[in-house]
């Protein structure tokens, strides 16, 4: 004995399954967890955020060095998961509001324009390090670029001012 469906059968399926996850959805937007309150950042994060104010000519070194190993460091970024320490390094003089980069940092950022931007979508792709500049406000076509030079920390180099 077989059985067969009508196409209205089909069609009520269809119905009811799309009803289904109609009233889901709703649902879904309420079990997300906003990034407001500090315990909620260091949970996602799980490591320690830390900022720093300074402006190029004091870090143009360590930043034309950051920008030169961005290759490099790509690779580790997409595989970084669990880190102890990620501090930030707010350039402040090369905030877009200031008037942006030196010219010799720029010049650096036009020379590795691609890996940058590389770069940036790995951190946009790495939920640990999104999270961590998006706690202190700082967008990713902000950052310069990153330095891993102990286990289990990062340097994060943004044109940026930090919250006020």
């Given at each position: 004995?077989?059985?067969?469906?009508?196409?209205?059968?089909?069609?009520?399926?269809?119905?009811?399954?799309?009803?289904?996850?109609?009233?889901?959805?709703?649902?879904?937007?309420?079990?997300?967890?906003?990034?407001?309150?500090?315990?909620?950042?260091?949970?996602?994060?799980?490591?320690?955020?830390?900022?720093?104010?300074?402006?190029?000519?004091?870090?143009?070194?360590?930043?034309?060095?950051?920008?030169?190993?961005?290759?490099?460091?790509?690779?580790t970024v997409r595989k970084t998961?669990?880190?102890?320490?990620?501090?930030?390094?707010?350039?402040?003089?090369?905030?877009?509001?200031?008037?942006?980069?030196?010219?010799?940092?720029?010049?650096?950022?036009?020379?590795?324009?691609?890996?940058?931007?590389?770069?940036?979508?790995?951190?946009?792709?790495?939920?640990?390090?999104?999270?961590?500049?998006?706690?202190?406000?700082?967008?990713?076509?902000?950052?310069?670029?990153?330095?891993?030079?102990?286990?289990?920390?990062?340097?994060?180099?943004?044109?940026?001012?930090?919250?006020?």
């Open positions: 004995m077989a059985i067969t469906t009508s196409p209205d059968t089909r069609w009520l399926h269809m119905v009811a399954a799309t009803a289904f996850l109609a009233a889901s959805v709703p649902q879904a937007a309420l079990n997300a967890q906003g990034l407001e309150g500090p315990d909620t950042v260091n949970k996602i994060i799980g490591s320690e955020v830390g900022q720093e104010e300074t402006n190029t000519t004091v870090e143009a070194g360590k930043v034309a060095t950051a920008i030169d190993r961005t290759r490099e460091n790509i690779g998961s669990k880190l102890d320490k990620v501090d930030i390094v707010f350039l402040t003089d090369a905030a877009r509001t200031e008037g942006g980069l030196p010219p010799a940092i720029e010049t650096k950022v036009e020379q590795h324009q691609d890996d940058i931007a590389e770069l940036r979508e790995e951190i946009e792709a790495n939920a640990l390090l999104f999270n961590a500049i998006d706690s202190q406000r700082v967008q990713t076509e902000d950052v310069l670029a990153v330095e891993f030079d102990d286990p289990g920390k990062v340097v994060i180099y943004a044109a940026a001012k930090p919250p006020s």
